[in-house]
C-alpha cells in the first residue's frame, strides 16, 4: 500500500529534541518499513499549525486528492498534523468521503473510515489539547508583547532610518541607521514646507539615493505611511495605542505635526497638484475667490499661465501670465537688499544676540545632562528595589513607566537645545546672505531654488485677479526697503533676546 509522509515542526520548534526534520522522517520511514508500506511522497517542511493560511499543509491535502488510489497519510502525532479545528475539519472530511487513512505513530493510534470511539475520542481530544496548547501560545506572546512595548521596546520591524538587529546580551533591539536616517529627517523637512507633492517627493528621495533596505526606491506609498508614523519623534503606535520607545528619535514632535497639518488640512487648500512640468509658482499660491490652490499651464511649449477665478465674477477662470506676478515677486526680493554701510552693524548685533542664544543653550544642557544623570540612579535605586523585594512589580513598572516618560522628555528638550543652537547659527548666516544679496541670490536660482527662497521669505501667497497679496516672514519684513537708517537702531543691552522684540515693534 502506498504511504505519503509528513513531517512538519513550527519555527520556534525547529531545534526541538525528537521533533526535528530528520527525526521525524527517520522515524516515518522505519514505521513505514515495518508495516510494508511504499513511500511515494515525504513532505518535510516548517509552518505554523496555527496560522490561518497554510499553504504548505494545503500542498499535501492537494497531493492526497490527486492520487488514484488514496495513500495512508503517516505523522509522528496528532500536533505534527493540526492545532486548530478548521484542519481537523478537512481532514475528517478526507477520511469519511475519500477514505484516508492516518497513522499517528508517536501517538500509537490510527484515524480510518471505520475508526472506534475510542480512536475518536483519542483524535478529538488531541485536537482540542494542541488548539489549547496553541492558544496559551498566544496569550504568552500577546503578554510578552505588551511588557515590551510598556518598556518602551518596539516589537516590530523597524521602519526606514532605523535598523533591527541584536543587543550584546542577544536582545532585540532598534539602532539608527547612520546611512539613512539624515535622508529620512530630510524628507519630513521637505514636506513641512507645503511645497512637495508625494510624487516629488519620491522623486527627491530617488536623487538624495534614499532607499529601503531591500535597494528598492520609495512609493509614494510608503512615504504617505512614513510622514504618519510617530516613530520618528519618539512614539509607538500598535492596535491604536500609543507607546514611548526608549531610541533616538530622528524628528521633533513640532517638525511632526506640521507635516501632519499639511497632510490632513482642507484638501482645496492644501492639495498640490503633481505635474512633471517645471512651474515655479506650482503649489505656492492660493486663490483670494475660492481659497483653492492656483494651478499653472503652459501654452504654446513656453508661455506659462496662473489659472485663478475673476474677483469681479466667481465662476470665470482668469488665466494671468506668469511674467506679471514674477513680476512682483521679484519687486520684493530686490527691496530686502541691505545697504553696505549698514551690514556690518548688523551683524555685530545678530552676533552678540547669537552668544546671548548660545548661552542660554549650553546652560539648560547642563542642566538637563544634571536631571538625566540623577534619573538613571533613581531608576537603578528602583530596580534593587524590586530584585531585594521592597516594592512589588506593579509598584516598579509604575514608577519605572514614570521615569522613562521624563527621561524621553528630557533627551527631546536636549536634542531641542542642541538643534536650536546649530539652528540659530545656520539661521544667522542665511539671513544675512540671503537679505543681503536676496535680488542676485533669486536671479541666479534654479526653478526648484526659487520656489524654496518663495518659501522661505512669503507667507500666504494669494491671488486676487493679477494682484499678488502676501505677507514676508519674520524677519524680512523688517528689511525691506532698510535704505533708511532709522528702521535698524540696535539697542545695547544685557538682554539681546528683548532687543530683537523691541526691534520689532518699532518698524511695524
Known amino acids: ?142 503578554r510578552s508583547m505588551n511588557h515590551k512595548l510598556e518598556q518602551g521596546e518596539w516589537v516590530s520591524k523597524a521602519p526606514l532610518g532605523y535598523l533591527s538587529t541584536k543587543d550584546d546580551a542577544g536582545r532585540s533591539t532598534v539602532i539608527v541607521d547612520k546611512e539613512r536616517d539624515h535622508l529620512v529627517k530630510k524628507l519630513f523637512q521637505e514636506y513641512a514646507t507645503g511645497t512637495c507633492s508625494l510624487n516629488e517627493l519620491r522623486r527627491k528621495s530617488k536623487d538624495w539615493g534614499l532607499r529601503t533596505l531591500k535597494g528598492n526606491p520609495l512609493t509614494p506609498q510608503t512615504l504617505h505611511r512614513l510622514i504618519q508614523n510617530p516613530f520618528y519623534y519618539g512614539v509607538m503606535v500598535l492596535k491604536g495605542k500609543e507607546y514611548r520607545h526608549n531610541y533616538p528619535p530622528l524628528i521633533s514632535k513640532e517638525l511632526f505635526d506640521t507635516c501632519q497639518r499639511i497632510r490632513l488640512g482642507n484638501p482645496r487648500s492644501t492639495a498640490i497638484r503633481d505635474t512633471n512640468k517645471p512651474f515655479v509658482f506650482r503649489g505656492l499660491i492660493k486663490c483670494a475667490v475660492t481659497g483653492g490652490r492656483v494651478t499653472c499651464d503652459l501654452k504654446k511649449g513656453k508661455y506659462v499661465y496662473l489659472i485663478c477665478h475673476d474677483p469681479a465674477n466667481p465662476k470665470k477662470k482668469l488665466y494671468i501670465p506668469e511674467t506679471k506676478i514674477m513680476k512682483q515677486i521679484e519687486e520684493v526680493f530686490q527691496s530686502l537688499q541691505i545697504p553696505d554701510d549698514l551690514l556690518a552693524e548688523i551683524i555685530d548685533d545678530l552676533r552678540q544676540t547669537h552668544e546671548s542664544e548660545k548661552t542660554f543653550h549650553n546652560n539648560s544642557i547642563k542642566r538637563l545632562h544634571r536631571e538625566s544623570e540623577d534619573l538613571s540612579k533613581k531608576l537603578d535605586r528602583l530596580t534593587d528595589l524590586l530584585l531585594d523585594g521592597s516594592i512589588t512589580r506593579d509598584i516598579y513598572h509604575k514608577k519605572h513607566q514614570d521615569m522613562t516618560q521624563h527621561q524621553y522628555e528630557i533627551n527631546r528638550e536636549l536634542e531641542g537645545h542642541h538643534e536650536g543652537n546649530d539652528q540659530f547659527k545656520i539661521a544667522l548666516t542665511m539671513l544675512v546672505t540671503l537679505a543681503s544679496k536676496a535680488w542676485d541670490i533669486f536671479q541666479s536660482s534654479t526653478i526648484d531654488e526659487k520656489r524654496q527662497l518663495i518659501g522661505y521669505v512669503f507667507s500666504n501667497l494669494e491671488m486676487e485677479g493679477e494682484k499678488l497679496r502676501y505677507a514676508l516672514k519674520t524677519p524680512f519684513n523688517l528689511f525691506v526697503d532698510l535704505a533708511d537708517h532709522q528702521k535698524w537702531r540696535p539697542v545695547r543691552d544685557s538682554n539681546p533676546c528683548c532687543r530683537r522684540e523691541s526691534l520689532a515693534r518699532r518698524t511695524d
Not at 527525526?23 to 516515518?28: E, I, R
Not at 516548517?46 to 497519510?73: C, Y
Not at 475519500?98 to 483524535?123: C, K, P, T, Y
Request: glycine letters at 4%; proline letters at 1%; a negative charge.
Open 1 to 142: 500500500m502506498n504511504a505519503v509522509i509528513l513531517a512538519r515542526v513550527s519555527t520556534k520548534e525547529q531545534e526541538e529534541f525528537g521533533h526535528s526534520l530528520p527525526a521525524q522522517v527517520q522515524k516515518l520511514q522505519e514505521y513505514a518499513e515495518k508495516k510494508g508500506f511504499e513511500i511515494v511522497k515525504e513532505f518535510s517542511f516548517s509552518e505554523s499549525a496555527g496560522t490561518k493560511i497554510r499553504k504548505k499543509f494545503e500542498d499535501v491535502l492537494a497531493f492526497l486528492k490527486n492520487q488514484k488510489e488514496m495513500p495512508v497519510l503517516l505523522c509522528q502525532n496528532v500536533d505534527r498534523v493540526t492545532r486548530n479545528f478548521r484542519d481537523a475539519v478537512d481532514l475528517d472530511d478526507m477520511r469519511i468521503n475519500h477514505g484516508l487513512e492516518i497513522h499517528f505513530v508517536q501517538d500509537g493510534f490510527v484515524l480510518s473510515r471505520n475508526a472506534s470511539g475510542g480512536e475518536m475520542f483519542m483524535w478529538e481530544a488531541k485536537v482540542f489539547l494542541a488548539k489549547q496548547y496553541i492558544n496559551r501560545l498566544t496569550d504568552d506572546a500577546v
